[in-house]
């Protein structure tokens, strides 16, 4: 019956320290590829990837918000310019889970059936396993509004960041059904929960 005891003590003790820590802290560094002069892909009808990324990270920022988790944007207007390795450069902080996010969209010059999204993560840096982790969850989740592709791909952003990161080709501005869900707030919105969930977890 002691030991008991002593066993109940310990453990509460354990869950009084675990709850006044409170739960960890999370970060979401947003990057909304392209800007500036660079327009990325565009669309037949003059639709361009850095537009389309930056309304999805301004999504993923109000979804982020709502949830009380922290975010960053690496680039907040159309105009906003950054390299690669600017975009990259974020780094880890202790006792706070960040994660870089990084929207594009696809496009494909010779198939305009090629359509869904497609997940990128870099496996050969200090933070690929969690790289990959993320990756597979962000597959999991978009599954329930889009076919997903998910692969590791040696792009700078990925190879270069301090923390864990994935790419996001939400969709190709080739295909009609892809660039019209892109375009849609709701759908915007959608996209967005799904990623703020794949990082809550």
């Known amino acids: 019956m002691k030991t008991t005891g002593l066993i109940l003590t310990v453990l509460a003790g354990l869950t009084l320290q675990a709850y006044a820590a409170g739960p960890q802290k999370i970060r979401i560094v947003i990057d909304a590829a392209h800007g500036g002069k660079d327009a990325g892909a565009v669309s037949a009808g003059g639709d361009k990837e850095s537009d389309i990324t930056l309304q999805l990270a301004k999504a993923l920022e109000a979804e982020a918000k709502a949830q009380h988790i922290e ?41 305009a059936d090629q359509k869904g999204v497609e997940v990128y993560y870099y496996k050969d840096n200090a933070s690929g396993n969690q790289s990959q982790w993320l990756a597979e969850k962000l597959k999991t989740l978009l599954t329930s509004v889009a076919s ?23 969709g190709y501005l080739s295909n009609a059904e892809d660039l019209a869900n892109l375009k849609n707030k709701d759908y915007q919105k959608k996209i967005a929960s799904l990623i703020v969930k794949a990082v809550q977890d």
């Open 71 to 111: 975010m960053v944007q690496t680039r907040t207007s159309a105009d906003a310019s950054l390299t690669l390795e600017e975009r990259a450069k974020q780094g880890s902080e202790a006792g706070v889970k960040t994660v870089l996010i990084s929207l594009h969209a696809n496009y494909s010059a010779s198939n």
């Open 148 to 170: 997903v592709k998910m692969a590791e791909k040696n792009l700078v952003v990925l190879r270069n960041a301090q923390v864990p990161a994935v790419t996001i080709e939400a």
